[in-house]
């Protein structure tokens, strides 16, 4: 929500700094994110008045104007097609400064002399509009500086609101905050009813009562089609940052944001029979004002008549019935819809408008009346015409009721920590337009209906806090019996895991939970998504099933900022859909990419691969005090690689993956070199076994080669296993130093060198020792995995 402070003054005086008032503001609760200084760059422009324009002799798109200023006139060449005569527009004088810099000289163009230059807004630093030059109301004053005319001196604070208050999102919403955080009175200024002067009506009927429980409307005709959006409702909007288009479109916007009300004009020559609230039918289409086409589902609430749907209900309004400059006679809509009716469905056709960020937030249910009637207020001031009766159709079953809410005195003084007097309570309370009623030691309070956050004794209780001011409140040190936690060494905290995998040499991010649903199936196609009711937007439409997608995308932001080498890894939940409950797995995933080491004269540098990857989770691994019980089984997965993607396994049970990028997705995601992944439940390793002592044997350990020539299928995890589960405590330690396909072995088969270390704590291992528990290891390959010893 953006403000200038020259409009809140309107409602407010205040005489502070404006970063006072957004420090103030901030502190109340509502964000000011920055503040803008508004002002006139331009030295010496008047304003003036073109009273002759005649077309240059010499040039077909130049016009030679005569420019009064009220003390003089100047002879001045323009090119802006809108120059007419007895138009009020900026003139800048011979000597004057524009805001970029220039000042202006005279100059000959085409033969003819031009004393100075009339200006477009864009000129004058005022928009990026440069079609014309700037049109100024008949009333502005001949030779004032244009600054001052359009009070130029002013600051716009951008506030960062929060869901909860939709009442904010207008100029009287921040002016009554600014009201009761300051104490200043409010000027509530009252909305000039106008009466009907002619009988026209239009007939509305609400068939879909509950999401739109009031519909305000109202018939104006004979509206001129010459009248321009007056200068000082211009620079507002501007100052806001909308942008005027016509008088009719313009006067709603600013009602919208003086008041907090979206309003929609229709053309009325356009309306087919009666206007009805409904829900759309299925494939039911509606082109947009942005000539946007969308086709429509029963969730999506619309306007309609006759001829079908002309708008999206608190969204947009449909082209086929938009106001133009050429309208005359316009159907005002001011209505309250529910905020579950409008929640979600700008997001659904990629849509967000001033309208649906006040809809969904929800709009004061007592403002429609009012909207109208400021609406055709200032329509018939600027643009004349007549105006028909006010129509109200509502069904106040549906409207928020007020209600009472119970707010105790030890309650209050239990939460803020603070005791206050009765008295302060109250005017605290009723600074924020709220109904006090004293009961007893307590009170009763009822919210005003732009409230509708207000629900519960607490919420009353952090408005006192608002008010009195955060920084007002003690801090009170906690006081409590604490219990230490019973430490264990069979548990190891996150910490640690997390400490382990940044010691080598990765990095922790945090990614969004919610992510796009097209990445999540190529992820994983196989799993059920959670999708989003009510999504942020289409790119983060659904619940991730892994952390992957997040990993992925944050390395694709890294390589566009030239990062070549990354090493992230994120501790976080993913989400699966099983049958009607949602899975929640706890897991560390991580990502790795580029050269193996730093740049560095000394080493022989390459690509990260599988096995260096597995080498990070052994590291892992090691923390578990038993790494005889992970087991790496070679497996398929859709995003990774066949034939480079493993199972990882805990005493057999699935835990995680580990794998390289299958192409595809390396391709899409103009990844240039391998990608290595590894996801683990990380509950599997926060647990480990006890460490225990064991001596060193003061006997010289053994070590037998063997060379066995195995069926391609036979991995090595199976073979060590194998040997691990029958070699008993004398095998010390398994190494793997070759692996050979390729002349005398045939091709359906490989040949697996193996370092055995054999050493016993009792005694020196003979020859003969040595050879029976090597006898006893072949014999068991051989009948469990058809293996022979290499010649």
Known sequence: MRINLEWLREWISFDFEPYELAHQLTIGGLEVGSIETISCHSKGVLIAKIIDCRPHPNADRLNICQVDTGSSVHSVVCGAQNAQKNMLTAYAPLGSILPDGRTIEPVNLRGEASEGMLCSSAELGLSEDHSGLVELEENAPLGAFIEDYLKL????????????????????????????????????????????????????????????????????????????????????????????????????????????????GYDLGKLSGSISVRNAMDSEELILIDNNKVELDPSVLVIADNSGPIGL?????????????????????????????????????????????????GVDPEQQLRAIERATQLLLEIS??????????????????????????????????????????E??????????????????????????????????????????????????????????DTATEEYISEDYVVDRLVDRGYSEIISYSFIDKHLEE?????????????????????????????????????????????????????????????????????????QIWQEHWGNDNRDIDFFDMKADLEALFKLKNNKNSIAFALAEHPALTLGKTARILNNDKEIGWIGELHPELQQNMDFKSSTMLFSLEIESLLFREVSS???????????????????EEVSSEQVTSSIRDISGNQLRDIRIFDVYRGKEIESSRKSLALGLILQDTSRTLTDKDVDEIIRSITSHLERTFRATIRK
């Open 313 to 361: 209900a608190g969204i947009m309004g449909g082209k086929s019935t938009a106001v133009e400059s050429t309208t005359t006679d316009v159907f005002l809509e001011a209505a309250f819809f529910s905020p579950t009716s409008i929640m979600g469905r700008a997001r659904k056709f990629g849509l967000h408008t001033e309208a649906s960020l006040r809809f969904e937030r």
């Open 693 to 711: 002592f064991q001596a060193y044997s003061k006997y010289p350990s053994v070590r037998r080669d063997l060379a066995l020539v195995l069926d």
């Open 427 to 484: 005017t605290s309370l009723k600074l924020l337009q709220m109904k006090v009623q004293k009961k007893d030691t307590d009170w009763l309070v009822i919210p005003p209906s732009f409230r509708f956050d207000l629900a519960i004794e607490e919420d009353l209780i952090e408005e006192i806090g608002r008010i009195i001011g955060y920084d007002n409140l003690p801090v009170t040190p906690e006081i409590g019996a604490r219990q230490l």
């Open 522 to 594: 190529k992820i994983n196609p196989k799993g059920k998504s959670v999708d989003l009711a009510n999504p942020l937007s289409k790119d983060l439409s659904v619940m991730r099933g892994s952390l992957w997608p997040g990993l992925l995308t944050t390395a694709k932001k890294n390589l566009s900022r030239q990062r070549s080498r990354i090493r992230i890894f994120e501790v976080g939940t993913q989400f699966l859909q099983e049958s009607k409950e949602v899975k929640e797995t706890r897991v560390i995933a991580g990502l790795a990419l580029g």
């Open 384 to 425: 004349g015409g007549n105006a028909g009766p006010v129509t109200i159709s509502e069904n106040k079953a549906y409207l928020p009721s007020s209600h009472s809410i119970s707010l105790r005195h030890k309650r209050l003084e239990s939460i803020l920590g603070l005791s206050l007097e009765p008295d302060v309570v």
């Open 153 to 264: 001196d002013d600051v716009a604070l951008d506030l960062e609101l929060t869901p909860n208050r939709g009442d904010c999102f207008s100029v009287i919403g921040i002016a009554r905050e600014a009201s009761a955080l300051n104490g200043k009175p409010f000027k509530e200024s009252s909305v000039k009813v106008v009466s009907a002067q002619i009988t026209d009506s239009f007939d509305v009927a609400i068939k879909a009562k509950s999401a739109c429980p009031r519909f305000v409307g109202r018939v104006i005709k004979g509206i001129s089609t010459n009248a321009i959006t007056p200068s000082w409702m211009r620079e507002r909007l501007r100052r806001s940052g909308v942008r005027a288009i016509n008088p009719i479109v313009d006067i709603t916007n600013y009602v919208m944001l003086e008041l907090g009300q979206p309003l929609h």
